[in-house]
């Protein structure tokens, strides 16, 4: 049947299957660290700064394009499979959001 979903260690996810919790706090997991990890990177990243218009630009568009393709799958992948009875918890950014944060590194006023 379709519906294909999601893949979580070989084991692929259809939006109907009855998740295991350890499945679920996986999930829920990989979502946190990526959360966590983008909004401490912005506090610390928005201190810094890269003086060089042109230099600051291409490590952004190098931080996005490491980042957010990455993103946008992992969020493809689990936007409907039902680890959490509000997945919108997990799933806080969209990958506008984060592209947008993304683009607010390394710009400290001068």
Do not use: H
């Not at 610390?44 to 996005?64: H, L, M, S, T």
């Amino acid at each position: 049947s379709s519906g294909i979903n999601a893949e979580y260690g070989g084991t692929v996810f259809r939006e109907s299957d009855k998740l295991k919790d350890s499945q679920k706090d996986a999930i829920k997991n990989k979502f946190k660290v990526f959360n966590a990890t983008l909004e401490e990177q912005l506090r610390i990243q928005q201190k810094w700064a890269i003086p060089d218009p042109q230099f600051r630009e291409w490590v952004r568009e190098g931080n996005i394009d490491a980042i957010i393709y990455k993103y946008e799958d992992m969020c493809k992948k689990y936007e409907k499979v039902n680890f959490s009875s509000n997945n919108k918890k997990y799933i806080a950014y969209s990958t506008n959001d984060v592209e947008k944060t993304l683009s607010l590194f390394f710009d400290q006023k001068f």
